[in-house]
């Protein structure tokens, strides 16, 4: 059989397959565990700056930005035995807007912050898709999607996949429907399979050729169940071999053959499984962007949108993440969080970036 392809030379495409396997390998976080480390110290080191007059607010972004979250959540521990009070509490009680928003992120466990923020863009007149899509739905690993419903139900006593739902229609809420479910195979068993792979991107190419939209017409569509169920590894590989066959990125198939909010977190969900970082990178660029009058303190969406970045990459790749930033945006990352950002939220923002190594 013999594919149509676009004049694109082969160490282009060659390089391009190196990349986006590489991308799954790196991992170099700006927060590591943080040494000497003592809980009941840093603890009383927070209560300090708390219990003064005029809150000490860059006392408690060097402690609280500096410590993994496995020693957050000690800290916690500390606080309310020691003192007998709840550190989130207080904290709320001593700073507020967007630092409290980011504070709070950094004190919870991935399951709650997730949920917390599937519930903020749900609750409001209309879904946030663009946070359901773009950070949310698009790269949880099963394992998380399992947590997140747990911790749904019991901080708001309702179903996830009722109220993610509610306001939704069509393949869109099916696919996000599909991923509720957490079938999704683990990255970290992958087992590489080429003829599978081939098959699925044979099946691609075919469905490119074809006038209707993506697999319609079946009782189960085929491409929901590919990309709610393959592991992000399995879904680079799809996408690699889709690129052999046909010269093209398998984004352009899904411009083509899909729309709206489905043809979105398709897109996100492909952008994340050939590379994270680059995902993320993109991700922060765009909430980054500047358009006249208009920062992230009046933009709490946007705002949101860094904050989950940071807060859930900190520990993992925000290194790598900052060094594509700065590739994609041809500007530093800090530079552009100094520019969009001010006061003690973005001193904390710039401490996460600069890390603790």
Known sequence: MVYSRTPWNLPTLILIVALLKWAHVCGNP????????????DAAILRSAMNQVGTDEQKIISIVTKRTLKQRLQIISEYDKRFKMKLETELKMEVG??????????FQTKPAFYAESIHKAV?????????????IFCCLET??????GQDYKKQYSRDLKVDVKKDV????????????????????????????????????????????????GSEVNPIIKTFSECSYKELAEISNEYLKLTNRPLATLFKSKSTGNFQSLLLKI??????????????LKSALEQTPNVNLYKDIHRCRAVIRVLVTRSEVDLMDIEERYSVTANKSLAADVKAATVSYFQKACLNIIRGNR
């Open 143 to 148: 394992f998380k999607i399992d947590k997140v």
């Open 97 to 106: 807007g967007n630092l409290f928003e980011l504070l709070h992120a950094l």
């Open 169 to 216: 229609s069509g393949d869109y809420a099916t696919l996000l429907e599909a991923l509720i479910q957490g079938k999704r195979r683990n990255s970290t068993s992958f087992h590489k399979n080429v003829n599978n792979s081939i098959k699925i991107a044979k099946e691609l190419v075919k469905t490119g050729r074809k006038g209707s939209g993506i697999w319609l």
């Open 123 to 135: 609750s409001r007149f209309g879904p946030d898709d663009q946070a359901l899509i773009d950070q």
């Open 30 to 41: 700006t927060i590591i565990t943080y040494s000497p480390f003592n809980a009941s110290v």
């Open 270 to 283: 492909l952008s994340y499984a050939e590379s994270p970082i680059n995902h993320f990178a993109l991700i």
